[in-house]
């Protein structure tokens, strides 16, 4: 049984995208440092002919994602020009550096909905619009949420 699928996004050259960086202060598997970040994704936005205002440049230095009472600036910033029409793609070095948190995800897919705005990283494209892609996200969110739960529950136990 196929379930209907709305069709991809098309991504049409010199369409607004944002860039969003960020590193951790933890000792997270991958330290790509921001700069180096923010460089990858320009080479995506020029490859997709994408561009990017210097205003669409989101950095969380130094920020975790783990920590749910955590202010990221530049989150916030960047789910604001979503929301406001700014921007109809969001580029990072890879999606685990927008989000730690289930809840974080769903923030995003909010306000992706009517919007249709499309992720790339450096190793994949998601379209937030599309149910699949959606459902790969909120496993991956799961997943990297998983361990910290797990983690934090047994340094509890006596």
Known sequence: MSRSK???????????A?????ISHTKDEDQTGVDRQERICREIAERLQLRIESTHVYVDNNRSAWQR????????????AMGDGEIRHVI????????????????????????RVLLHG??????????DD?????????????????????????
Not at 92 to 115: F, G, I, N, S, W
Not at 135 to 158: D, E, G, N, Q, V
Request: include cysteine; proline fraction near 10%.
């Open 6 to 16: 709305l069709p991809k996004a098309a991504i049409t050259p010199g369409e607004p």
């Open 18 to 22: 944002a860039i969003y960086c960020r």
């Open 69 to 80: 009472n955590r202010k990221r600036p530049g989150w916030e910033a960047m789910l604001k």
């Open 92 to 115: 990072v070095y890879h999606p685990d550096r927008l989000m730690r948190q289930p809840k974080d995800l769903e923030e995003l897919l909010a306000v992706a909905d009517d919007k």
């Open 122 to 131: 450096e190793a994949n494209r998601r379209d937030l619009s599309d149910p």
């Open 134 to 158: 959606r459902f790969i996200l909120r496993m991956r969110s799961r997943t990297h949420a998983a361990p910290r739960t797990t983690h934090r529950a047994a340094s509890k136990t006596p």
